[in-house]
């Protein structure tokens, strides 16, 4: 799972790390984000690579009511090509979800809490969640939204929980954006990163 994670950086520096001029959008750091907020995205719109706000929860296009239906904030990423849910997202509307770090809880023997553990990219540059994003409309209700995709975990991660999101390479970036790369390609993708991308600090 990936349930929570951070984004300590303003829209100036993330649009300069995905060569996007954020123009008058705006969001404050945020050390703690949630399901159901608004967050930035990266995402191509008409050709143009945007950052755009969206709910964090899928709302698929072709739901009768959102609040009837599961809003998922995660979306596994072997099957999610499959899933009448989010198959038509992950063939064409892939988006990157900014992150500095993200968080995973770990149980521990004998300790009743568990231990949160802070993930980060090893050289301190922002982690490129691998994202699906949504648009829905009703009238004149709309939601924009998005989902991380989630995979078996790399060794680092496997010793604190059986899933991690996928991670894309920097090289991959434009790629994984782009509508017109084939499904297959975007199934690859979607491996675990090496452990020696990321490092895990327990809070």
């Given at each position: 799972m990936c349930g929570r994670y951070e984004l300590n950086e303003t829209p100036?520096?993330?649009g300069a790390r995905y060569r996007?001029?954020?123009?008058?959008?705006?969001f404050a750091p945020n050390a703690d984000v949630r399901p159901t907020t608004s967050n930035p995205v990266v995402l191509v719109h008409d050709g143009v690579r945007r950052i755009e706000l969206r709910r964090w929860g899928f709302v698929p296009s072709w739901a009768k009511d959102p609040k009837a239906i599961s809003n998922p904030f995660n979306a596994v990423s072997?099957?999610?090509p499959?899933?009448?849910f989010f198959r038509s997202a992950f063939r064409r509307r892939r988006c990157i979800v900014p992150a500095t770090a993200f968080f995973e809880w770990k149980a521990e023997a004998g300790v009743k809490r568990k231990t949160k553990y802070r993930i980060a990219r090893a050289d301190g540059e922002l982690i490129s969640l691998a994202g699906l994003h949504e648009y829905w409309q009703q009238d004149e209700r709309e939601i924009a939204s998005y989902t991380v995709l989630t995979t078996q975990p790399n060794?680092?991660?496997?010793?604190?929980h059986n899933r991690m999101p996928?991670?894309?390479g920097d090289g991959e970036i434009d790629a994984w954006l782009a509508p017109e790369t084939?499904?297959?390609s975007a199934r690859a993708m979607c491996m675990p990163c090496?452990?020696?991308w990321l490092v895990a600090v327990s809070q």
């Amino acid at each position: 799972m990936c349930g929570r994670y951070e984004l300590n950086e303003t829209p100036a520096r993330v649009g300069a790390r995905y060569r996007i001029e954020p123009g008058d959008l705006e969001f404050a750091p945020n050390a703690d984000v949630r399901p159901t907020t608004s967050n930035p995205v990266v995402l191509v719109h008409d050709g143009v690579r945007r950052i755009e706000l969206r709910r964090w929860g899928f709302v698929p296009s072709w739901a009768k009511d959102p609040k009837a239906i599961s809003n998922p904030f995660n979306a596994v990423s072997e099957t999610a090509p499959d899933k009448p849910f989010f198959r038509s997202a992950f063939r064409r509307r892939r988006c990157i979800v900014p992150a500095t770090a993200f968080f995973e809880w770990k149980a521990e023997a004998g300790v009743k809490r568990k231990t949160k553990y802070r993930i980060a990219r090893a050289d301190g540059e922002l982690i490129s969640l691998a994202g699906l994003h949504e648009y829905w409309q009703q009238d004149e209700r709309e939601i924009a939204s998005y989902t991380v995709l989630t995979t078996q975990p790399n060794e680092l991660m496997a010793a604190v929980h059986n899933r991690m999101p996928v991670i894309i390479g920097d090289g991959e970036i434009d790629a994984w954006l782009a509508p017109e790369t084939r499904l297959e390609s975007a199934r690859a993708m979607c491996m675990p990163c090496p452990s020696d991308w990321l490092v895990a600090v327990s809070q």
